[in-house]
C-alpha cells in the first residue's frame, strides 16, 4: 500500500526567457493545499530577469551556464530531485486549485500508477482570439477521454507527474531533440513500453498559448519531428494532439486552399464543395466550442484551423523532400 505525502513531490519546471510568465506560476504553486516538497527551476540560460524573479520565492534554481533545452533541462532537474515523485510544469502555466493534492491521491491509487497526465483549460492565460482558439483547440481532446483512461502514449510536459524511479529507468528525455516540439512525445512512446501513462482530470492548468506567428513556427518544426518519429516508432499517431483524426482534420483543411482554383474553374466547385463538407464535419466536435464565443470568431476559428492544415501539410511534405534529396545526394 502506498503512502505518499506532498513532501514526496519535487516540482520541476525548465526555464528559458520566463521573468513575465514565472511570477504567476509560482504563486499558484504556493497557493496549493497542502504543498509541494521541493519546487525545483532548471534555467536554460535565460537572457532575461527570469533568475532574479525567481529568486523572490522559496525555490532551488539550478542555472545552467549553456543553453541544452528542454529536454536537457528536465533530465537535470530529474537527476537533482529530492522528491519520489516529479511533477513536470511548462514555466508560462499556472496550476489550477488541488493539483498537488491530486497528484497524491492519484498515485496513492494503486501500486500500477508511475505516470499521470495532466490538461489544460480552456481560457488561456493570455488574451486574444488566436490564444482562446488555441486553448478551446488544446482542451477539446480532454473531453474525448475518460477520467483514469490508461491508453495515451503522449506524455503532457505542461501537466505531469511521474515516479522519479521509472524516469531513470527509461533514461530520461532524449538530449538530442533540443527544441521543444515533440521531445516530450519520443519520451511518451519509449516509456509507454514499459509503463502505462493514466491520464487524470485533476490535474489542470492555464496556458500562455502561443500568438499566431509563434504557432505557424511551432507547428511547421513539431510537424516534422513527427515525421521522424514516425519514421522512427510505430503507433505514434494516436494521442492528444498528435492523433491520427486530428491528422485528417488538417489535411482536410488544407485542401481548402484550392479554392481560387474552384472560383476559376467552376467544374471544380463540386469537388471543393464536397471536401468543405467533409472539413466541417471532421471539426464537428470543435464547432459547438468555436461558435460558443460568437459566430464571428466561430467563423474565424473554423478558417484559423484550415490555415493551420496548410501550413502542417507544407511542413510535411518539406520534410518527405528533404529526406529524398539528401537521401539522393549519398
Known amino acids: 500500500m502506498r503512502n505518499f505525502t506532498s513532501s514526496d513531490i519535487t516540482v520541476v519546471i525548465p526555464t528559458y526567457n520566463a521573468a513575465k510568465t514565472i511570477a504567476p506560476l509560482l504563486e499558484s504553486i504556493f497557493l496549493q493545499k497542502p504543498l509541494p516538497g521541493e519546487v525545483v527551476i532548471v534555467d536554460d540560460a535565460s537572457a532575461d530577469d527570469t533568475i532574479s524573479v525567481a529568486k523572490r520565492y522559496s525555490v532551488r534554481i539550478l542555472a545552467q551556464d549553456k543553453n541544452g533545452g528542454a529536454a536537457r533541462s528536465r533530465n537535470i532537474g530529474i537527476s537533482q530531485a529530492k522528491g519520489k515523485i516529479i511533477l513536470f510544469l511548462d514555466s508560462d502555466t499556472c496550476l489550477m486549485p488541488s493539483v498537488i493534492q491530486n497528484v497524491i491521491n492519484g498515485f496513492n491509487k494503486n501500486a500500477d500508477i508511475h505516470a499521470i497526465n495532466g490538461y489544460c483549460y480552456y481560457k488561456p492565460l493570455n488574451k486574444g482570439w488566436a490564444a482562446l482558439y488555441k486553448g478551446l483547440v488544446e482542451n477539446s481532446w480532454a473531453d474525448l477521454v475518460e477520467d483514469w483512461a490508461d491508453d495515451s502514449k503522449c506524455i503532457n510536459a505542461r ?17 538530442r531533440y533540443r527544441g521543444a516540439y515533440v521531445e516530450d512525445h519520443e519520451f511518451g512512446i519509449r516509456y509507454s513500453k514499459k509503463y502505462k501513462i493514466f491520464f487524470s482530470k485533476g490535474l489542470i492548468v492555464r496556458h500562455h498559448f502561443s500568438n499566431f506567428f509563434e504557432t505557424v513556427k511551432n507547428y511547421w518544426n513539431r510537424t516534422c519531428g513527427t515525421m521522424e518519429l514516425v519514421g522512427r516508432y510505430k503507433g505514434v499517431l494516436d494521442s492528444g494532439g498528435v492523433s491520427m483524426s486530428s491528422a485528417v482534420q488538417y489535411l482536410l483543411g488544407a485542401t481548402l486552399i484550392s479554392f481560387p482554383i474552384a472560383f476559376i474553374m467552376p467544374i471544380f466547385w463540386i469537388a471543393w464543395v464536397f471536401l468543405a463538407g467533409l472539413y466541417i464535419f471532421s471539426i464537428r466536435g470543435l ?43 549519398l
Open 159 to 175: 501537466i505531469g507527474a511521474f515516479t522519479k524511479a521509472s524516469l531513470l529507468e527509461m533514461g530520461g528525455f532524449d538530449e
Open 287 to 329: 464547432l459547438k466550442r468555436f461558435f460558443s464565443n460568437g459566430p464571428i470568431f466561430g467563423i474565424f476559428c473554423v478558417a484559423l484551423h484550415a490555415f493551420y492544415g496548410v501550413v502542417i501539410v507544407a511542413a510535411g511534405i518539406y520534410y518527405k523532400l528533404s529526406k529524398m534529396i539528401k537521401g539522393a545526394s
